[in-house]
């Protein structure tokens, strides 16, 4: 390891990789051409990654000849979304979310339609009846995906004219993720879960490579695909793998510690305790290189770790994430919770 890391330039990178990601549309489900970009990132920075069956991305990072313990690092790149449900009889579309986006968090939001004949249409997710001035129960109307809808900017009035654009049910809907990052570092944009830390682990890549570090034990990443709808990490751990690290977004709210400016370490998730001994050893790294850290209990939160061990996987499981706040809404975070993260793994891997 070297003794001081040049830690503009992995932020840097991983900044750009970041929002590179983000703007690629990556709803569960639909997510070829985001794994196509982190393949060719991989392969970019000399490694030789693996598409999975199921579409993720695994690669080899670092190879102890006795391929014992090895551990594996996670984040996803699939993404909250949705789905048209039914083209109604005015010619707007009502979804079907993708994951656990909230229909208050997509209210108003500009939305991209995926044909599956490779046509884009754009739209805005609304209340139906949203003008504020002609509906009395704007306000007291409870938001759910029953009583919102795409509005195309189409020229439609009747189900048969959005039919004839090619709009069907089944077709993906993509919000937009409004990317931005504020001079003074703070990170805005819907979907930095989990973008962020596949930017973090891209990041740790390339510090390997770039430093030429051989690593104690054989590490994997592995981007995953599903996470947002559950099954993530349930499948592709290499037989030799004895733990799984997931890195996904750090929890900020009320009655918890962690901050945007922080690395969160879960102790705890709605799925129960992560391995004792890892959350010591992660505690102990973050110590060592006086981080900025929170421990942390998440009260809604499963991860692609958590998914690995449910489909029966013998593995030891971690969870660590830059601190994300207006989780699954419009997210924020900061450089000093992705460098705090990003040094984190580091530490943590020597
Ligand atoms: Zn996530």
Same mark, same amino acid.
């Given at each position: 390891?070297?003794?001081?890391?040049?830690?503009?330039?992995?932020?840097?990178?991983?900044?750009?990789?970041?929002?590179?990601?983000?703007?690629?549309?990556?709803?569960?489900?639909?997510?070829?051409?985001?794994?196509?970009?982190?393949?060719?990132?991989?392969?970019?920075?000399?490694?030789?990654?693996?598409?999975?069956?199921?579409?993720?991305?695994?690669?080899?990072?670092?190879?102890?000849?006795?391929?014992?313990?090895?551990?594996?690092?996670?984040?996803?790149?699939?993404?909250?979304?949705?789905?048209?449900?039914?083209?109604?009889?005015?010619?707007?579309?009502?979804?079907?979310?993708?994951?656990?986006?909230?229909?208050?968090?997509?209210?108003?939001?500009?939305?991209?339609?995926?044909?599956?004949?490779?046509?884009?249409?754009?739209?805005?997710?609304?209340?139906?009846?949203?003008?504020?001035?002609?509906?009395?129960?704007?306000?007291?109307?409870?938001?759910?995906?029953?009583?919102?809808?795409?509005?195309?900017?189409? =020229?439609?009035?009747?189900?048969? /004219?959005? %039919?004839?654009? #090619? *709009? &069907?049910? @089944?077709?993906?809907?993509?919000?937009?993720?409004?990317?931005?990052?504020?001079?003074?570092?703070?990170? =805005?944009?819907?979907?930095?879960? /989990?973008? %962020?830390?596949? #930017? *973090? &682990?891209? @990041?740790?890549?390339?510090?390997?490579?770039?430093?030429?570090?051989?690593?104690?034990?054989?590490?994997?990443?592995?981007?995953?695909?599903?996470?947002?709808?559950?099954? #993530?990490?349930?499948?592709?751990?290499?037989?030799?793998?004895?733990?799984?690290l997931?890195?996904?977004?750090?929890?900020?709210?009320?009655?918890?510690?962690?901050?945007?400016?922080?690395?969160?370490?879960?102790?705890?998730?709605?799925?129960?305790?992560y391995?004792?001994?890892i959350?010591?050893?992660l505690?102990?790294?973050?110590?060592?290189?006086?981080?900025?850290?929170?421990?942390?209990?998440?009260?809604?939160?499963?991860?692609?770790?958590?998914?690995?061990?449910?489909?029966?996987?013998?593995?030891?499981h971690g969870l660590?994430?830059?601190?994300?706040?207006?989780?699954?809404?419009?997210?924020?975070?900061?450089?000093?919770?992705?460098?705090?993260?990003?040094?984190?793994?580091?530490?943590?891997?020597?």
């Amino acid at each position: 390891m070297p003794e001081k890391i040049n830690t503009q330039k992995y932020l840097d990178y991983i900044l750009e990789e970041t929002k590179k990601l983000l703007a690629i549309d990556s709803p569960s489900g639909f997510t070829e051409k985001a794994a196509s970009y982190v393949m060719n990132e991989y392969a970019a920075l000399g490694y030789t990654p693996v598409r999975t069956t199921k579409g993720g991305v695994y690669c080899e990072i670092s190879r102890d000849s006795n391929k014992r313990d090895s551990l594996m690092m996670e984040a996803h790149i699939d993404t909250l979304g949705a789905m048209v449900c039914e083209v109604q009889p005015n010619g707007y579309l009502k979804l079907s979310p993708v994951g656990g986006m909230n229909a208050n968090n997509a209210e108003g939001e500009n939305c991209k339609i995926y044909t599956r004949d490779g046509k884009v249409y754009t739209g805005t997710f609304q209340l139906c009846d949203a003008s504020i001035h002609v509906n009395g129960k704007f306000d007291e109307t409870t938001r759910s995906y029953d009583v919102m809808e795409v509005v195309l900017d189409e =020229k439609v009035k009747t189900k048969e /004219d959005t %039919l004839a654009l #090619g *709009i &069907l049910p @089944g077709d993906f809907v993509c919000f937009d993720p409004r990317t931005t990052i504020t001079e003074n570092g703070y990170i =805005k944009s819907r979907f930095l879960d /989990d973008k %962020l830390s596949v #930017g *973090i &682990l891209l @990041g740790f890549a390339k510090f390997i490579k770039d430093e030429k570090i051989t690593l104690p034990r054989t590490v994997y990443h592995h981007i995953t695909v599903y996470e947002e709808v559950g099954h #993530g990490g349930a499948a592709s751990i290499p037989s030799d793998v004895a733990e799984v690290l997931s890195v996904d977004m750090g929890c900020v709210g009320n009655g918890l510690a962690c901050t945007e400016h922080q690395v969160s370490i879960c102790a705890k998730d709605t799925r129960g305790p992560y391995t004792y001994e890892i959350v010591t050893n992660l505690i102990n790294a973050a110590k060592r290189q006086k981080l900025d850290f929170a421990v942390d209990v998440y009260p809604y939160y499963g991860s692609d770790a958590d998914a690995a061990l449910t489909a029966g996987h013998d593995v030891k499981h971690g969870l660590i994430g830059a601190g994300i706040y207006a989780s699954h809404g419009y997210e924020r975070s900061h450089t000093d919770g992705v460098l705090n993260t990003f040094l984190l793994l580091t530490e943590y891997v020597k």
